[in-house]
């Protein structure tokens, strides 16, 4: 990570939504992950919650927080696979403004270190939607580690050279 220490850390407001049809609070450790890591950078943990595989479930909750003015990103896990169960991906296309393709292109090169040929079967996503960030990342605790920790973590951190995505917050609902 390149940070400028001169940069100040600006925190920011994330969601956590797992997706799943089986994990529950007790047991969502890819959830877990991400909170913890969420904090552990400093920033604030807005939301969490657990939606079915269900496309509309997912819509519905991805719009609330949209229109939350303090929630600046969503970070997804789970259904983000190839069965026809996995909708994480269709849900962000149906409330996202513009994608982010270098999110997903990136993980899976990331992945590809972890799990070889097997990364192609993810469909990790990002978009940004009426101004906020949401990453959808597969529902494994390794996808996101790799998710996190080889991307967001510095992407998410305002003192990143010789770019983040914090610093274009403020433009992202310019016309």
């Given at each position: 990570m390149a940070i400028d220490p001169a940069r100040p850390f600006k925190p920011i407001n994330i969601a956590v939504l797992t997706v799943s049809d089986t994990r529950g609070p007790s047991d969502d450790s890819s959830g877990d992950i991400l909170c913890e890591r969420v904090r552990a950078a400093g920033h604030k943990l807005a939301a969490r919650a657990i939606e079915k595989d269900d496309a509309d479930r997912i819509v519905?909750?991805?719009?609330?927080?949209i229109d939350d003015r303090a929630i600046d990103a969503v970070v997804v896990t789970g259904g983000t696979g190839l069965t026809g169960r996995d909708v994480t991906p269709e849900a962000l296309d149906r409330v996202k403004t513009r994608d982010i393709p270098g999110f997903g292109e990136l993980f899976r090169w990331l992945s590809f270190k972890t799990i070889g040929t097997s990364t192609i079967q993810s469909r990790a996503c990002a978009v940004v939607a009426r101004g906020t960030y949401i990453f959808a990342?597969?529902?494994?605790?390794?996808?996101v580690k790799d998710g996190w920790d080889g991307i967001l973590a510095e992407q998410l951190d305002s003192r990143n050279r010789p770019c983040n995505f914090v610093e274009l917050m403020p433009r992202l609902l310019e016309t």
């Open positions: 519905s909750r991805l719009n609330n927080w990342l597969p529902g494994s605790n390794g996808a």
